[in-house]
């Protein structure tokens, strides 16, 4: 079957959102948002691989905003940040690659017995 966006109705679309702002918030305090906000895009019935690219891209701007705020307190170890930077864009390529060649309705199996694992 094919995936198509007409398919997410606009109750659907409600709770993802309700349940994105409280991924956000909760990641904000503590991490792990992704955690609850994975959860809430295969809910509305997102193909794992969007699900996995979209919060995917959230963690990463989340990211982005917490190493701004570092480099503006001056508390940034640049050395540590360019390695770290670099060995994560090559887990993120090897992973999404990886991602890429599982079927969806396996993926999302294995996500949805992953995801208790590592909470």
Do not use: Q
């Not at 640049?78 to 396996?106: E, K, P, Q, Y």
């Amino acid at each position: 079957m094919e995936f198509s966006y007409e398919t997410i109705t606009s109750g659907s679309l409600v709770l993802l959102f309700g349940l994105l702002f409280l991924s956000s918030f909760i990641d904000a305090i503590a991490g792990g948002g992704g955690l609850i906000s994975l959860p809430a895009y295969l809910l509305t019935g997102l193909p794992a691989h969007y699900a996995l690219g979209s919060n995917k891209l959230s963690a990463s701007c989340g990211t982005l905003m917490a190493t701004i705020n570092y480099m503006k307190n001056g508390v940034l170890d640049w050395r540590m940040a360019v390695i770290s930077a670099a060995f994560s864009f090559m887990g993120a390529a090897c992973g999404s690659t990886a991602a890429l060649h599982i079927d969806d309705a396996v993926l999302k199996k294995v996500i949805i017995f992953v995801l208790p694992v590592a909470a």
